[in-house]
């Protein structure tokens, strides 16, 4: 590590992130532990003050071997013997040939511990982990489009953050957009097109015209 950096201490973050984000209290948010890292990325070049692991050790705070759990789940099929009966007491459905984990488990009231009744590698595997993990490997795996979905949306706000807008724009004269939108933008004045969107009265239909305005 270059001498003249200024470094952090990794025995520091725990109790950093914790003091800010209240990880212990309001317990993991796998949404935030994946939306976090990327937008402190945008704002800040974290890898020329902190630690070259940071990254990993961070994201190792909020969702430790979940990630390993869910890809197991979709690399991983499962027979029908080893599932079925734990299926009949939900009364799901019974599987007729051989599915990836992942799958069955995106059925409504099929959890994780259902894959541990009957099939013995799967609960060798799985008791390697702590409970808060399974739990959270799960959430992530049940609300995996949810989860992508939000994240996109989180994308796009970064990248408007970087769309700058003029202090002299003339937003009177898109009569394109709402009349809401013109008095408030010609008010606030915002400098980039993430503050516009966040203005009260301003819809996504009026940052699309705004966008296409600017040629982007």
Known sequence: MNPSRKTIP????????????????LEKDPAMSRFVPMAYKQTHQWEKTFEPDFLKRFNGLMIKGADE????????????????PALEKIDSSPVTQKLKMFGVLARPGVSIGAFTESNEAFKNYISAYDKEIVEQAEILMKYEAYIDKEQEIAEKILRLEDIHL?????????TSLSTEAREKLSKVKPRTLGQASRISGVNPSDISILMVYIGR
């Open 166 to 174: 003029h202090d002299d724009f003339d937003y009177k004269r898109l």
């Open 10 to 25: 990794i025995s520091n973050v725990s109790d950093t992130l914790d003091s800010f984000f209240k990880i212990k209290e």
């Open 69 to 84: 759990i869910k890809r197991y789940f979709k690399e991983t099929s499962i027979e029908p013997a080893e599932i079925n």
